[in-house]
């Protein structure tokens, strides 16, 4: 049974960091593509990041980049979301999922399909 479980949320305020963990049991950690997504109240699921299986490749969504920084540790099956400069504009419940095609191919496509295991989100509130 896959379970994929976020941590590190909670409330900051604006210019502050957090950051994100996610731990992945019941798959071959190192055989999938993880990324990051959010939701804000009132508002669809976006890309936030993505890294490919092995850590060589990743991807950010604009309104992150730079501020934001993906990385996974394979050998404890590990992802995190290390995020600075929090906006207002950050506040949204966060996800980690997994996609087993090992590349970001389904990330860049927007197609959140691709990504067949996610955790429950861990929620980020940042405060002005």
């Known amino acids: 049974q896959v379970q994929v479980v976020e941590s590190g949320g909670g409330l900051v305020q604006a210019g502050g960091s957090l950051r994100l963990s996610c731990t992945a049991s019941g798959l071959t950690f190192d055989d999938y593509a993880m990324g990051w997504f959010r939701q804000a109240p009132g508002k669809g699921r976006e890309r936030v990041a993505c890294?490919?299986?092995?850590?060589?490749?990743?991807y950010y969504a604009n309104s992150v980049k730079g501020r934001f920084t993906i990385s996974r540790a394979n050998a404890k099956n590990a992802l995190y979301l290390e995020m600075n400069s929090l906006e207002r504009e950050d506040t949204a419940m966060y996800y980690c999922?997994?996609?087993?095609?090992?590349?970001?191919?389904?990330?860049?496509?927007?197609?959140?399909?691709?990504?067949?295991?996610w955790g429950q989100g861990t929620q980020v509130t940042v405060s002005s």
């Open positions: 999922a997994a996609s087993s095609t090992r590349s970001c191919g389904y990330y860049l496509a927007g197609d959140y399909s691709g990504f067949e295991y």
């Open positions: 890294i490919n299986y092995s850590g060589e490749y990743t």
